[in-house]
């Protein structure tokens, strides 16, 4: 692992070249960007990652767009090519059908959406999302970081007993897209994904609860949306997902082809593809991080370590 001090010097020193140069020569994996949201004002659900604004947004797309051609997923996991991107975006947070759905449409960018069912129509509120509002109430000490996992009743109870009622804040501010937006924007063109049931900890879950996670989360995405593509992409990440679970969803035919969200990488499992994340707890703009991303891949190609290993 590269400890954070030599990222942001891999980072620094990644600025001075051009991205010609960084993209030049050696094969590369699809260039995957992924964010969350756009919004001009920062939901009280969510702090763990940095909030695009529309301007910031419409400014990265605008320098993606220069140096990469937006194909969809079929055309990425299909038929790759160097230039390529396929954005997407996870959690299926009702930015998505109300901002950057529509302004991926004035630029005429295709992109999936990976949803996790358990969220849908605003049904329950992701646990991260809870922790978030009952820290910006200050119930918990946000630098206190105590990490709740999926399933832990601990967060209801302090909601509870603070007089917080996390119903009445998904009926409130419907943070989440419903069935039929998410369907719309099916009839848009744009893909869907599943995202797993409710964003669990997988690295936590036992083999068969990761893959009833996945199953489960499949076979809604199936019967209520059918798409061409069955896609997923992990909660979180990816790392320390068995090759034995990758195998056993291909060969139930429950998957196409999943995402991590591992960086500029290739996985040995061919059909799981590395992600970028954009929404980097450093504060980096699209530019840095893709500089980062091209020459840090370069950095490690040097060492052999572009695999991520199973
Ligand atoms: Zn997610």
Redesign the pocket.
């Known amino acids: 692992m590269t400890s954070e001090k030599n990222k942001i010097l891999i980072a620094a020193l990644s600025q001075f070249i051009p991205l010609a140069l960084l993209r030049s020569g050696q094969k590369h994996p699809p260039f995957l960007p992924f964010y969350?949201v756009v919004n001009d004002t920062v939901p009280e659900h969510i702090n763990s990652y940095e909030v695009r604004s529309t301007t910031n947004f419409r400014k990265e797309l605008d320098y993606l767009l220069k140096y990469f051609l937006p194909v969809d997923l079929e055309t990425i996991v299909n038929k790759p090519k160097k230039n390529m991107m396929h954005l997407s975006f996870?959690?299926g947070l009702e930015e998505c059908y109300t901002t950057i759905a529509p302004i991926l449409k004035e630029k005429g960018i295709p992109a999936t959406f990976f949803v996790s069912p358990g969220f849908v129509d605003n049904k329950t509120l992701f646990h991260r999302f809870k922790r978030a509002i009952l820290e910006e109430r200050g119930v918990l000490i946000k630098s206190g970081r105590k990490f709740f996992a999926h399933e832990t009743p601990e967060l209801d109870q302090l909601a509870k007993s603070n007089n917080i009622s996390f119903a009445q804040y998904l009926s409130d501010h419907q943070p989440y897209m419903s069935l039929s937006q998410i369907k719309e924007l099916q009839a848009d063109g744009f893909t869907i994904g599943a995202?797993s049931i409710d964003?669990a900890e997988f690295w936590l879950l036992p083999y068969s609860e990761q893959f009833r996670q996945i199953e489960e989360s499949m076979n809604w995405l199936v019967s209520n949306i059918n798409p061409d593509i069955k896609a997923f992409s992990f909660?979180?990440t990816d790392d320390g997902i068995s090759k034995a679970l990758f195998e056993e969803v291909k060969s139930k035919k429950l998957v196409d082809v999943c995402f991590g969200t591992a960086g500029l990488k290739y996985d040995t499992i061919p059909f799981n593809l590395q992600r970028i994340p954009m929404e980097r707890k450093q504060k980096w703009d699209a530019q840095k991080i893709v500089h980062f991303e091209y020459f840090y891949y370069f950095v490690r190609s040097l060492v052999a370590k572009n695999t991520v290993a199973r």
């Open positions: 969350h996870d959690d995202h964003h909660p979180f």
